[in-house]
Nanobody
């Protein structure tokens, strides 16, 4: 059974930082894109960032560019999201995602077959 488990969420003041981590088990994602989506209360789930299998290509939502950095460690089957200069509008449940197909990358939620349970990030003003 494939599982993605997020950690690192919490409560932080505006301007602060958090680092989210996601550990995958049940299969290797070393040849597969991984990434992060988020969902705020009353809103649609939205793209945050994705990274391709060898870390050479990354995508970011405009709203987080310059503040968030995605990275991965294929040896540990993990993906991380460093979030700096956090804003109240970053408050959401953050989901780790993994693609079932190899060697591609995108920003659509439809590309990702595997989803974690989510971790709450709350940014106070």
């Amino acid at each position: 059974q494939v599982k993605l488990v997020e950690s690192g969420g919490g409560l932080v003041q505006a301007g602060g930082s958090l680092k989210l981590s996601c550990v995958a088990s049940g299969r290797s994602f070393s040849s597969h894109a991984m990434g992060w989506f988020r969902q705020a209360p009353g809103k649609e789930r939205e793209f945050v960032s994705t990274i391709n299998w060898n870390s050479k290509t990354t995508y970011y939502a405009e709203s987080v560019k310059g503040r968030f950095t995605i990275s991965r460690d294929n040896a540990k089957n993990t993906v991380s999201l460093q979030m700096n200069s956090l804003k109240p509008e970053d408050t959401a449940v953050y989901y780790c995602v993994g693609d079932d197909l190899k060697f591609r990358i995108g920003t659509s939620r439809n590309l990702f077959d595997y989803w974690g349970q989510g971790t709450q990030v709350t940014v106070s003003s």
